[in-house]
Structure formats: C-alpha cells, structure tokens
C-alpha cells in the first residue's frame, strides 16, 4: 500500500497537461457545428483514424478549450459540418466544399498539409491557436 501511494504521487508529478484554448475564424461560423481532429504523429493526419481525440464544438462563435492534453506535439486538423453529417463533404474531384482549415493555418496548393508543417508544442504555458476556416 506504501508503494503505492509513493507511485501515484510520482506519476502526479511527472504526467503534466497543458490548455489548449482553439479559437475558429471564419464567416457564418456560429450557425455550424465545427468538428476537430487532434493528432499526435503523422499516421493519418489529417482525414485518417490515427487521431487521438475528436471534438465537436456546436457553437463555434465561443472558443474551444481543451484543457487535459499532455505536454507535447500535435497537430489539428477542423472543419465546419454545415450539414451536421459528420463529414467533410467534397466534389467530384476530391476538393472540400465545407469550410476547412489546420492549425498553423498552413494550406498547400495540392492536398492537404504534411503534420509537420501543422504541428505545435503544447506545454504547461498553454497554447491558444485561431484556426481559419475557409
């Protein structure tokens, strides 16, 4: 038992978690729900299953606080589901007809953006991100 709680009180002090505040800018934001992805590695960012969280935030006109996320790299990947299908709707050739945006707000030209280019820290400090919604 006195193992134990000198365990638990170690993993308290070593197992630390930032606030991750998420602010969306965009036109028409507030009548959509807006749909996060939080990744933290390449495998299947952005529209693949290897996120480690999914959040729905029904009122995107107040920011998105997130405040159990460990220290380290992620990057987000968000989208206003105008139609509430819970998916980013794309034309025939593949491009999205929803409002889409990353963190960093890096776009490329062709496709989507590597996690690198999308990736930040989150520390102790806390971290507040504005995503663009286009």
């Known amino acids: 038992m006195k193992y134990t709680i000198i365990i638990a009180l170690f993993l308290a002090e070593t197992s630390h978690a930032g606030e991750l505040t998420l602010k969306f800018i ?5 009548d959509m729900t807006i749909r996060v992805r939080i990744f933290d590695s390449p495998a299947g ?3 693949g299953q290897g996120y480690i969280r ?3 935030a029904d009122d995107a006109s107040r ?3 997130i405040r159990d996320l460990p220290n380290g790299k992620y990057a987000i990947a968000a989208f206003a589901d105008s139609n509430k299908n819970e998916y980013l ?3 025939l050739i593949g491009q999205p007809t929803e409002p889409y945006g990353f963190s ?3 776009r490329n030209l062709f496709g989507p953006p590597s996690f ?3 990736a930040f820290e989150v520390n102790d400090a806390g971290v ?3 995503i663009h919604l286009y």
């Open 26 to 30: 965009g036109e028409h934001l507030s």
């Open 45 to 47: 960012f952005p529209s």
């Open 54 to 56: 999914q959040i729905k």
């Open 63 to 65: 920011d998105l606080h």
């Open 89 to 91: 709707d794309k034309n």
């Open 104 to 106: 960093n707000n890096v």
């Open 116 to 118: 690198n280019k999308a």
């Open 128 to 130: 507040v991100l504005s």
